[in-house]
């Protein structure tokens, strides 16, 4: 019995494959090369991470979560915003409607209603307030108004 390549491959296909796998291959070591060129350019470049001070660290945190709230909140969470007068009317003056001058709010309702959305209130993609800058928000009107700095 004489063994060789099936017959319902031809020689013509198995040069076209030799190709195939040979692109295959150079991409896959062009991919590996560029990942440790980068690992090995991140090694070299690393720099020590400052020490800072959890006092100056929570501060930046608020003043990181005071300039989200300029961004993204104040134009509908303004004295005269669409959001103050519908929360003014659902709270009837028991709860500050002003987002600011709030005591009571969690960080976790914060996140939540920015993510999803609450009645007239449209959610928020990633894409619009990172994760980051939604933790800093929520601890932002999260802390009590007298302990943060104020929106710019």
Known sequence: MKLGW????????????HGVWLLVGAV?????????AGYARAQRGAVPAP????????????????KVYARWCVECHNAR??????LRERYQDSEPAILTERKDLNADLVKYVVR???SFMPSFRK?????????????????DPAKRPKAK
């Open 6 to 17: 099936p017959r319902f491959i031809r020689v013509a296909d198995i040069h076209r494959m």
């Open 28 to 36: 896959c070591l062009g991919a590996l090369g560029l990942r440790a």
């Open 51 to 66: 020490v800072i001070s959890t006092a100056s660290a929570a501060t930046a945190q608020l003043t990181d979560g005071s």
């Open 81 to 86: 915003g669409f959001a103050t007068v519908k």
């Open 116 to 118: 999803n959305g609450i």
């Open 127 to 143: 894409t619009e307030i990172t994760d980051r800058e939604l933790a800093a928000l929520s601890n932002y009107l999260a802390t």
